[in-house]
């Protein structure tokens, strides 16, 4: 009869070794701290949007544009103040490169709508239909 015996690799069991676990987590959380940091830096800290009754709460996608309209009719696109032939001109580009492009329009809700027509004609310029306007959940 043959018998087998267990090496001694096999008789110590599963170990977990921490190094690899500790590099993961540390990774995991610089990649979760640099996305918190280019979240914020998209939108503009001194824009009160406006409140709606049936506003939702909606989850960012990728590659997201977020264009922000001060009260005074400025752009801005990623803290950069563009003028209108600068935005139409970015807004052209990123919709040959990336088609079905989604746009976020955060207006001030102070803002004449004669600027939001303006970024919305920007956005039609450039083939871009897919817009959402930001605004905050009204209070119950």
Known sequence: ???????????????????????????????????????????????????????????????????????????????????MDDLKAMLKKVATLFPNQPVIIRADEDTYHKYVINVLDACAGADIWNISFATLQEEK
């Open 1 to 83: 009869m043959l018998r087998l015996s267990r090496s001694d690799y096999e008789k110590e069991g599963l170990s977990i070794q921490m190094a690899p676990l500790i590099d993961i987590v540390f990774n995991t959380l610089v990649v979760f701290m640099a996305l918190a940091v280019f979240n914020q830096l998209e939108t503009e800290l001194n824009i009160s949007v406006p409140k709606a009754k049936e506003s939702k709460s909606m989850e960012r996608s990728a590659g997201e544009i977020i264009i922000n309209i001060t009260k005074k009719g400025d752009v801005i696109v990623n803290e950069r103040g563009l003028g």
